[in-house]
């Protein structure tokens, strides 16, 4: 298949771009990066509306409101979080989305090929290819490129220790120090395409996407328009073995090690012993025993052309 194969090209009859802008993304990188976007738009007469996040899951509200006002491409400014909850009201509705990654970790854009310099991003706003993306659904709760428990979700819990001393990544990062000093192990169930196997784990990840944690490479072969999960179960390692392989999850080089065990499935049933809040796209929410179920196709996405 051709790398714009389920492509098409952008029509230039769209009325017009519906902007929903976190300002507080990136430690207000939304704000100063958009403000040169609207420049842009305006010397090249392209209308436009712009709303702005107050709270957290504001964007969900003003997704809603775009769409009952019939908007018809409506585009994410911020990190992932605001891109997940901009993306859960638009799925399956026919309405065209975009992304201008201007938050802090931006693991989706990674991968979809959103560009990061408001010039660049302003060009697939308007000379793109919309390209229909897969997303994810665990239990009730949307997700647009990864979710899983065990490490990673340790790793945020204890990232909020340190947000309100700290900016930009250095949070996570003391977040990662604490939770490998105090490694958890669960028993973890799986059941997939009539098939049950049982795993002591520290980790489990279900990608549509490939990148958590602000670039951390945690499933590389997971593609977003295959209509596939890619599933990694990080089976139990002692401590050191475990810090010994994390230089090569962050880079994407633990795919074939003996401990990580890997298939590919639409639909999947997760239990653990004990409980487990997921992780969805770097936010938490629901909790094992989960089911996945991956929805394909559900967003037509702007993205680079030939992305």
């Given at each position: ?92 509705t026919g309405v065209t989305m975009g992304v ?148 090569r999850f962050i880079k994407g080089k633990h ?53």
């Amino acid at each position: 298949m051709s790398p714009c194969a389920g492509m098409r090209e952008v029509r230039r009859l769209m009325d017009r771009l519906y902007f929903i802008v976190n300002p507080i993304s990136g430690s207000g990188r939304g704000r100063r990066d958009f403000a040169r976007v609207e420049a842009l738009l305006r010397a090249r007469g392209v209308a436009y509306e712009a709303a702005y996040t107050e709270h957290p899951r504001h964007a969900i509200a003003l997704a809603q409101a775009a769409l009952a006002a019939g908007e018809r491409c409506i585009v994410a400014v911020g990190g992932d979080g605001t891109v997940n909850e901009v993306a859960s009201v638009l799925v399956n509705t026919g309405v065209t989305m975009g992304v201008l990654p201007f938050g802090t970790g931006n693991d989706l854009a990674r991968v979809a090929g959103f560009p990061g310099d408001p010039d660049s991003a302003v060009e697939v706003l308007l000379a793109g290819y919309t390209r229909p993306m897969d997303a994810g659904m665990a239990n009730d709760r949307f997700f647009l490129n990864v979710s899983g428990f065990g490490f990673d979700v340790d790793v945020l819990l204890n990232t909020e220790r340190y947000k309100e001393r700290f900016n930009g990544m250095l949070p996570y990062l003391l977040g990662i120090v604490r939770t490998l000093s105090h490694l958890k192990r669960m028993q973890v169930a799986v059941t997939h395409d009539g098939k049950s196997e049982t795993f002591t784990s520290v980790l489990v990840v279900v990608g549509n996407g490939q990148y958590i944690g602000g670039g951390m490479h945690a499933v590389p072969p997971a593609d977003l328009y295959d209509g596939l999960f890619d599933v990694l179960v990080i089976r139990n390692l002692c401590l050191l073995r475990f810090i010994s392989l994390l230089p090569r999850f962050i880079k994407g080089k633990h795919m074939g090690h003996p401990i990580v065990h890997h298939f590919r499935t639409a639909e999947l049933q997760i239990a653990s012993e004990p409980a487990c809040i997921l992780n969805l796209d770097g936010e938490l929410g629901s909790s094992t025993p989960v089911t996945f179920r991956l929805l394909p196709g559900a967003i037509p996405m702007l993205v680079p052309q030939g992305g």
